[in-house]
């Protein structure tokens, strides 16, 4: 007689509440195992930690030992290699192979504090050279950055060493982040004065292999050196230094830097592999989140040079503080209608305005438009094509060339000097003198421009 049909209506209704529920139940037993598995793989992919450490070896000045070492078994090793070509582009690969071409593997430690760890040993590495292994495997990769003779300060700390006092002290800090310096500023020169890094910020120098001195790629700070500059000197002022095509104002070493490399990807600010700089997770005007690709590059470091191998996230980087200039190729989801520019070989037909003014296009591929060789450096984003970016005109941290400033009547916005006295001009932080950097590319300007009789 009990049929399903006979029962009274609260009954009916309530059995199929309960068979919804045991549904729901099992489905989110479903996502939840789904998810432990996935979060189970991609944790196993890669290491937890890398713990590097470098060794000086007896008797050998020119090079150190440095050894990676991890806690799990079963990872592959690569290493990158960066080749210079005969036209000055670069080239960069993996390899499972060491120098000597021999495949690279990972072996059991025995004794010492990493007992029992899997470990892989640069035998001899040249000191001042940069190296970059990675580790991981089923296609997930984590990259590590050694520097002998030196310990890197910023990442892969070992368990039995006392390295995060360098920067920070438990019971004695000055700031509530507990660092050991009152300003950031102080704290990154106490090295990167030159005493503590083979990277000099202030005269814009490195030390390359076998001791030579050479300009580093972000250029100097010190205004003994330089004519203009990032104004990282104001940190401790109420000095208001406002980014020109942007809103960001006042600047540290840290607004563009993190001090450790974050394993953890889910954090709002991060740091990419190189050089540690920042990509910043934000929310657009349109309310959507926007996750800012990290700066990709490589170093090529010879006996007498030391030059930087543009991939990919450039623009992205200079353009979160200075927003109108990436005028190009990328949308700019930070603003709200974003001008886009289509080179006129491709049908474009000419340059739009981004914010209050009219500006050089920068996110360009520009391979296909040249009829003459570059030496500024392009992103070489794999793609084939060579991209136009912020560092193709400019240097990072400052310049050191005596003439082609540009005056105050022509500034977006007002300038300070490292001391806070107002400026009346600026060498812009531009890699060449006067309006050497245009000749570079528009030698041939006649053959390019829409105007042309
Ligand atoms: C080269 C200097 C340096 C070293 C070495 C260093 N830190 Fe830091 N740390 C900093 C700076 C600078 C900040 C503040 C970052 C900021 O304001 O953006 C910081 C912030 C932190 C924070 C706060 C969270 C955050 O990311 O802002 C923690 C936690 C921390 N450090 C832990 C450590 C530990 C643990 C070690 C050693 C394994 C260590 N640090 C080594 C410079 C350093
Ligand atoms: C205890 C000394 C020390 C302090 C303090 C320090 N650094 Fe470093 N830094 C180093 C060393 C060592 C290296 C590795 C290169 C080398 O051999 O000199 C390095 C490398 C770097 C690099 C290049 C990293 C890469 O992967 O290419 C950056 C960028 C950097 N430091 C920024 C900073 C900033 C920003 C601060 C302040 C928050 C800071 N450093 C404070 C010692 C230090
Ligand atoms: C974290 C924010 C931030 C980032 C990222 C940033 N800038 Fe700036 N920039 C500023 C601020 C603030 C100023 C104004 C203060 C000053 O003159 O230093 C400025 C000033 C400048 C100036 C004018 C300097 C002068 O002497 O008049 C140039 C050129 C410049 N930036 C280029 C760049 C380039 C190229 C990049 C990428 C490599 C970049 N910026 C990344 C904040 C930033
Ligand atoms: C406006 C953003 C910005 C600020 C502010 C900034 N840096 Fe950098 N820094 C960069 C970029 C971009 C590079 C990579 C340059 C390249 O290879 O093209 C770099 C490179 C470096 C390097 C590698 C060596 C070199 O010269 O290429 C070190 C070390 C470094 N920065 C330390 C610092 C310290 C210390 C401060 C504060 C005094 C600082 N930076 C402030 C953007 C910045
Ligand atoms: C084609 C070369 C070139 C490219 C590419 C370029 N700049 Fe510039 N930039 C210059 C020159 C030249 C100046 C000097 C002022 C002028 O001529 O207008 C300058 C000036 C600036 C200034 C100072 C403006 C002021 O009036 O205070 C900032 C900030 C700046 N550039 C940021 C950037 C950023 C960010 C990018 C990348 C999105 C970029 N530039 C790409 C050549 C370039
Ligand atoms: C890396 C190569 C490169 C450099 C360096 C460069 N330009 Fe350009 N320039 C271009 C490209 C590419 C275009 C876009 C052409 C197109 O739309 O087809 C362009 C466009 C222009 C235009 C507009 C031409 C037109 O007819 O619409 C002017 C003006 C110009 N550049 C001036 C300059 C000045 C001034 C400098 C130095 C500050 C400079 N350029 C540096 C590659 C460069």
Avoid at 53 to 61: K, L, M, P, Y
Avoid at 113 to 129: E, F, L, M, S, V
Wanted: proline share 5%; charged share 20%; hydrophobic share 30%.
């Amino acid at each position: 007689m009990a049929t399903g049909s006979t029962l009274p209506g609260n009954k009916r209704r309530c059995i199929l509440v309960k068979k919804t529920v045991v549904v729901f139940v099992i489905l989110l037993f479903l996502a939840g195992f789904i998810a432990f598995v996935c979060i189970l793989a991609s944790a196993q992919d890669v290491p937890r930690r890398v713990e590097t450490t470098v060794e000086a070896i007896t008797g050998d000045n020119d090079h150190s030992r440095v050894t990676f070492f991890i806690r799990e078994d079963n990872f592959n090793v690569q290493r990158l290699v960066v080749t210079k070509l005969p036209d000055g582009g670069f080239q960069y690969s993996w390899t499972n192979t060491d120098e000597a071409g021999n495949p690279m593997v990972m072996v059991r430690q025995t004794g010492g504090p990493y007992d029992g760890y899997w470990r892989y040993t640069i035998t001899q590495a040249r000191n001042y050279q940069n190296y970059i292994y990675r580790f991981g495997r089923n296609g997930s990769w984590m990259e590590v950055r050694a520097f002998p003779p030196n310990e890197n300060a910023h990442a892969n700390y070992q368990k039995n060493t006392d390295t995060c006092k360098n920067c920070h002290s438990t019971h004695y800090a000055l700031t509530s982040r507990l660092l050991n310096q009152k300003l950031v500023l102080e704290l990154c020169l106490s090295c990167h004065d030159g005493s503590g890094s083979k990277y000099n910020v202030l005269d814009g120098e490195v030390i390359v292999p076998g001791g030579a001195v050479v300009s580093s790629p972000a250029g100097p700070f010190g205004s003994a050196v330089a004519t203009s500059y990032h104004n990282v000197f104001r940190e401790d002022t109420g000095t208001v230094l406002l980014a020109p095509g942007g809103t960001k104002t006042g600047l540290s070493c840290t607004d563009c830097h993190s001090a450790h490399v974050l394993q953890d990807q889910t954090k709002p600010v991060r740091a990419s592999g190189f050089r540690l700089l920042k990509h910043y997770l934000y929310e657009t005007p349109a309310g959507a989140m926007y996750d800012q690709p990290p700066v990709v590059a490589y170093s090529h470091v010879t006996g007498s040079s030391y030059e930087t191998v543009y991939v990919s996230g450039m623009n992205e980087f200079c353009s979160h503080c200075h927003e109108h200039y990436n005028y190009g190729a990328n949308p700019n989801p930070r603003l709200p209608s974003y001008p886009t520019h289509t080179l006129r070989t491709e049908g474009g037909d000419g340059i739009l305005k981004s914010g209050q003014y009219y500006r050089h296009p920068t996110g360009i591929n520009i391979a296909g438009w040249l009829k003459v060789p570059v030496r500024l450096p392009l992103e070489e984003r794999g793609t084939g094509g060579r991209y136009m970016t912020c560092k193709t005109c400019h240097y990072a941290h400052g310049t050191a060339i005596i003439s082609g400033y540009h005056y105050s009547d022509r500034f977006e916005v007002d300038k300070y000097a490292a001391d806070g006295r107002p400026l009346d001009r600026s060498t812009m932080l531009k890699r060449t003198e006067g309006m050497g950097i245009c000749l570079e590319c528009h030698l041939d300007i006649w053959h390019n421009t829409g105007y042309r009789q």
